[in-house]
């Protein structure tokens, strides 16, 4: 069985400042690993990925997250955060035939 | 051309009801997707088909029937509509590799009122 945390329900940040969204995940086989953000009233688009390679995996929007297998986390971070990052975060596991999605990260971008 | 579309966008109802959401994916995906969002923002999947046959049923009231005509379309029957069907409602397709399914691409939401 697979499963995903996501630490922070809500992670608010001024504009400019650099963010961590935090993901662990469990699992007893190799999985693929995503990050999703969802802006208002739409559905949900790709960030990044981390499939295999390189743990540090560089995504849209100037994300990037870091794979880190000993812990089994994989932590979504922006160096500089704008107002329109403001959305919801998923991170989410992929087996064969199944993604399990977190609960999700409110991110609020205050000017 | 939109890669995931899925209609009606709203979709408000009585209780009692029964009705359909259809969903359609240009990509040439062989695996297709529903899943419901809560008010909570909370993300279930539902079911996943993949060339047309069903893999996951996860625990949804048998009240929810997709069907799947062809590997581009997904459509999800509900009947006898109850309050607490009430969500957004999104559908999603993915290709399937030898070891896991690749990123999903989404539609964009059907939100269902039942009243």
């Known amino acids: 069985a697979q499963s995903v945390t996501q630490l922070d329900s809500q992670v608010p940040v001024f504009e400019e400042a650099p963010v961590e969204l935090r993901c662990n995940y469990s699992s007893s086989v190799s999985v693929y690993l995503f990050w999703y953000v969802q802006y208002p009233n739409q559905g949900l688009q790709l960030l990044l990925k981390?499939?295999?390679?390189?743990?540090l995996v560089k995504g849209i929007n100037g994300f990037e997250a870091e794979f880190n297998k000993s812990q089994t986390s994989f932590h979504l971070r922006k160096p500089s955060v704008h107002i329109s990052d403001t959305a919801e975060y998923f991170c989410?596991?992929?087996?064969?035939?199944?993604?399990?999605f977190g609960d999700g990260t409110t991110l609020t971008v205050k000017p | 051309d939109t890669a995931v579309s899925q209609t009606p966008k709203y979709l408000v109802t009585q209780m009692g009801n029964d009705k359909s959401i259809k969903c359609e994916q240009n990509l040439g995906h062989d695996t297709m997707y529903w899943y419901k969002q809560d008010s909570k923002k909370f993300l279930k999947i539902m079911f996943s088909y993949n060339n047309k046959e069903l893999i996951i049923n996860e625990t949804v009231p048998n009240r929810f029937s997709p069907k799947s005509p062809d590997k581009a379309h997904l459509n999800l029957h509900i009947n006898s509509l109850e309050l607490g069907d009430s969500a957004v409602y999104f559908c999603?397709?993915?290709?399937?590799?030898?070891?896991?399914?690749?990123?999903?691409?989404f539609g964009q939401g059907t939100r269902l009122t039942v009243v």
């Open positions: 981390y499939l295999s390679g390189s743990t």
């Open positions: 999603a397709s993915s290709q399937e590799s030898a070891t896991g399914a690749g990123e999903a691409f």
């Open positions: 989410a596991v992929s087996q064969r035939g199944k993604s399990t």
